[in-house]
């Protein structure tokens, strides 16, 4: 091979997306992917337990401000944050609601009445104290989902955790498979479009053409599958009990300082707030 066509077949390499080396945009995404997780952990199983409105509002406010300042999203995913969650919260305070015991908030005013129906203040109340934690545990699990990669935190599992990495890179392997399938879908999609299969409109056509899609889809990810486990093979994957890791995820002072500063702000929150307040 000429230097010259070794120096255009490097040139064209495509990265790895799932890289750890890639240029981070906010503190949250030089943490490890483990501290991350388990920073608001304390947190989040405290909130099935609070029954006002005060405590979840704050760790959401909270979440909100280390997604702002520490992973500096897009205006894009700004935008979906800010409206899903509260679209969520108000779904779900509204569906419980609903469904809360009228006997026990009786007492309180009446909002609607449809017939012998009623939607009492108290009910909204509870309703909302739900949607509201529930909303709160979404946004803290935010926090290490729009910053970590799968791939981030199986290799984390792996280092830290001292998780076989025949089980680890399992896993890594079939994140791996996701991009891929998603490739061949869009080639099979054109072929059929090429070649006039499963014309028309409607639920049915539509129903008709993801069936000519699955089986060539399979048959792909078979093949792939088999030329996976034979490259693993060749290579001795899992021959030995400890292998060299290519990209390191390191656990350092500034995770375990991170783990702690949202564990003691977690007590120091509970501590001041009143989680008993409502009931139901």
């Not at 230097?3 to 981070?24: G, K, N, Q, W």
């Not at 009228?102 to 949607?131: H, K, N």
């Not at 970590?148 to 079939?174: E, H, M, W």
């Amino acid at each position: 091979m000429s230097a010259a066509t070794a120096a255009t077949s490097v040139s064209t390499v495509t990265p790895d997306p799932y890289a750890t080396t890639r240029p981070a945009r906010g503190f949250l995404y030089r943490l490890n992917p483990l501290a991350k997780m388990a920073a608001p952990m304390p947190a989040m199983i405290a909130l099935v337990f609070v029954r006002d409105l005060q405590t979840p509002l704050v760790f959401i406010a909270v979440a909100y401000a280390l997604l702002l300042i520490g992973a500096r999203l897009s205006w894009r995913m700004l935008a979906l944050l800010l409206l899903a969650v509260p679209a969520a919260i108000g779904v779900i305070a509204l569906g419980m609601s609903l469904w809360a015991d009228a006997s026990r908030v009786d007492q309180s005013i009446v909002l609607l009445q449809i017939g012998e129906w009623r939607l009492y203040g108290g009910a909204l109340m509870v309703g909302l104290a739900t949607g509201v934690r529930l909303g709160a545990i979404i946004a803290l699990a935010l926090v290490a989902g729009l910053t970590s990669t799968g791939p981030d935190i199986v290799r984390a599992t792996v280092q830290q955790l001292r998780v076989p990495y025949r089980v680890g890179y399992t896993a890594l392997a079939a994140f791996r498979f996701v991009p891929r399938f998603a490739h061949e879908l869009d080639v099979i999609r054109q072929a059929h479009r090429v070649r006039g299969a499963h014309g028309g409109r409607g639920p049915f056509a539509a129903l008709a053409r993801w069936w000519g899609y699955i089986v060539p889809l399979l048959a792909g990810a078979i093949r792939h599958a088999e030329r996976v486990a034979l490259a693993m093979d060749a290579r001795a994957f899992g021959a030995h009990p400890d292998r060299t890791e290519r990209h390191i995820v390191t656990f350092s002072v500034m995770d375990a300082v991170f783990i702690g500063v949202c564990w003691i702000g977690t007590v120091v929150v509970m501590w001041l707030g009143f989680p008993w307040t409502l009931s139901g």
